[in-house]
């Protein structure tokens, strides 16, 4: 079974930029495709960038050409960076690898 453990978030200034890391426990994480949603407040979860075991990746619209999701393997982690954020960012960002989410990590984007 695997575990997702997600860390990096926090609080950042607009146009600043931070690293999420999802670091996975358990067997068979190469075979399993690897997302980050977010979640912000009075929305519904969504989207922000999936990549599948063979490395192909989508984005969510809102953050093309911002954001870039990217796995290791050999660390079993996924990372997500995000650059040139902006206040519409602010949300709790889960990990889903397979079936298993995270407990989610907060980002503020503020001045």
């Known amino acids: 079974q695997v575990q997702l453990v997600e860390s990096g978030g926090g609080l950042v200034q607009p146009g600043g930029s931070l690293r999420l890391s999802c670091a996975a426990s358990?067997?068979?994480?190469?075979?399993?495709?690897v997302a980050w949603y977010r979640q912000g407040p009075g929305n519904q979860r969504e989207l922000v960038a999936a990549?599948?075991?063979?490395?192909?990746?989508n984005y969510g619209d809102s953050v093309k050409g911002r954001f870039t999701i990217s796995r290791d393997n050999a660390k079993k982690t996924v990372y997500l960076q995000m650059n040139s954020l902006k206040p519409e960012d602010t949300a709790v960002y889960y990990c889903?690898?397979?079936?298993?989410w995270g407990q989610g990590t907060q980002v503020t984007v503020s001045s």
């Open positions: 889903k690898a397979g079936l298993v």
């Open positions: 358990g067997s068979f994480f190469s075979n399993r495709n």
């Open positions: 990549m599948s075991s063979g490395g192909r990746t």
